[in-house]
């Protein structure tokens, strides 16, 4: 662990097999109260929060790294796609920015090192937003997703925002409904995921799930088929891959250390107040 840091997760997107860590379990330390009283019903009843157990709303503005809620992932890797092994060396907090990079530095049996993050609780129906900013490079993923699968007793069931560093211009939102990819698209990120910090947001109601990028709807599903159905743990990674080449283009090593920075996550319940002005919590509606 880094002298700058307190920190350490797991995460990816595409189409197969996972391999996660689901960390040593612990009880969430959910925020107190909301900082926003604006109206609850944003985007459905409040009954359809209890069709699905889930941990409480949060918000998580790294000014400290809260190991309580995050699992680290350290020593190991999601699979031959993956050219690197996950690192809590790579996972470092400096001025509440929480960075993950990728570098070349042997571990274990791969080239490079890399980092990810998972929450050691699952949460259900309700906004999913992080504000973060990519770096480049081609052959590289920096993804911010929700997973749960069969090291958890259940179906595999994902929801994503994946960077496909070769092209930052885009971002990919796509889900995956008991390991089955549905409703992939890639979108634009104005100006671009690697110049500034964004916005990537969705909502997952029982009957729908939308994606948003800096408070654009960028994708929309409402086929009960196409949505996912449980609980799930929330993740950031940046990781790379010489075998995905069609999809992330052919791995060139960068020649420096690569990072991923995220300066907010934060989950609100369907049902619960908005936590932060700016928080899609605060102004969605079922029409938008």
């Not at 948003?212 to 996912?228: A, M, R």
């Amino acid at each position: 662990m880094n002298a700058e840091s307190n920190n350490t997760i797991t995460a990816a997107a595409c189409g197969r097999p996972r391999v996660r860590s689901n960390g040593p379990g612990s009880p969430w330390l959910g925020l107190a109260g909301a900082l926003f009283a604006v109206a609850a019903a944003f985007v459905g009843a409040p009954a359809h929060a209890q069709d699905m157990q889930s941990a409480p709303s949060f918000v998580d503005n790294f000014s400290s790294f809260d190991r309580s809620r995050w699992y680290v992932s350290d020593g190991w890797n999601n699979g031959n796609h993956q050219n690197c092994t996950w690192s809590k060396d790579l996972v470092r907090l400096s001025d509440g920015v929480l960075s993950l990079s990728f570098e070349k530095r042997k571990l274990k049996d791969r080239e490079f090192a890399c980092a990810e993050i998972q929450t050691k609780q699952r949460f259900g129906y309700g906004v999913y937003e992080a504000r973060m900013k990519t770096d480049t490079g081609s052959g590289l993923n920096a993804a911010f997703f929700t997973y749960i699968g069969p090291q958890d007793k259940k179906p595999w069931d994902e929801i994503d925002f994946e960077v496909l560093t070769k092209d930052p211009s885009k971002v990919q939102v796509n889900s995956y409904i008991q390991g089955k990819p549905k409703n992939g698209k890639l979108v634009d990120v104005e100006g671009g995921a690697d110049k500034g910090f964004n916005d990537y947001g969705f909502v997952w109601e029982k009957d729908r799930l939308r994606w948003y990028v800096n408070g654009k709807l960028v994708n929309e599903v409402t086929n009960p088929d196409e949505l996912p159905t449980n609980p799930q743990k929330i993740f950031f990674s940046l990781w790379g891959s010489e075998k995905l080449t069609n999809w992330m283009g052919a791995f060139a090593d960068p020649g420096r250390k690569v990072t991923m920075q995220v300066k907010r996550i934060a989950f609100t319940a369907l049902g619960q107040p908005c936590q932060f002005p700016e928080s899609l919590a605060c102004t969605i509606t079922n029409s938008n």
